[in-house]
């Protein structure tokens, strides 16, 4: 198993920067597929930046040149730097691992970018 435990989000204004955080209680050498999805009320559940252990990225569309998805094998963290906020990035926003093929998500935590 893993639990996964979030850090960061808040309020910031639009053109602003926040990094979230998402720790791991299990070492994450081994866990390939990590990534970080959000979602709005009445909305499905979105993903937004996605790792692989060999560091290989991907992003939708919407952050792609603004949000930076990292991680940190030693720390056991992964990481999302946000910047050049803009208000439709407005979210609960969730870490996320695929490991041994079960699905783990950690608690949402709220972003909230105002114009």
């Known amino acids: 198993q893993v639990q996964l435990v979030r850090s960061g989000g808040g309020l910031v204004q639009a053109g602003g920067s926040l990094r979230l955080a998402c720790v791991a209680s299990?070492?994450?050498?081994?866990?390939?597929?990590m990534g970080w999805y959000r979602q709005t009320p009445g909305k499905q559940r979105e993903m937004v930046a996605r790792?692989?252990?060999?560091?290989?990225?991907d992003y939708t569309d919407s952050v792609k040149g603004r949000f930076t998805i990292s991680r940190d094998n030693a720390k056991n963290t992964m990481y999302l730097q946000m910047n050049s906020l803009e208000p439709e990035d407005t979210a609960v926003y969730y870490c996320?691992?695929?490991?041994?093929?079960?699905?783990?998500w950690g608690q949402g935590t709220q972003v909230t970018v105002s114009s």
């Open positions: 299990r070492s994450i050498f081994s866990i390939n597929n």
């Open positions: 996320h691992c695929i490991f041994r093929y079960l699905n783990y």
């Open positions: 790792i692989t252990s060999g560091d290989t990225t």
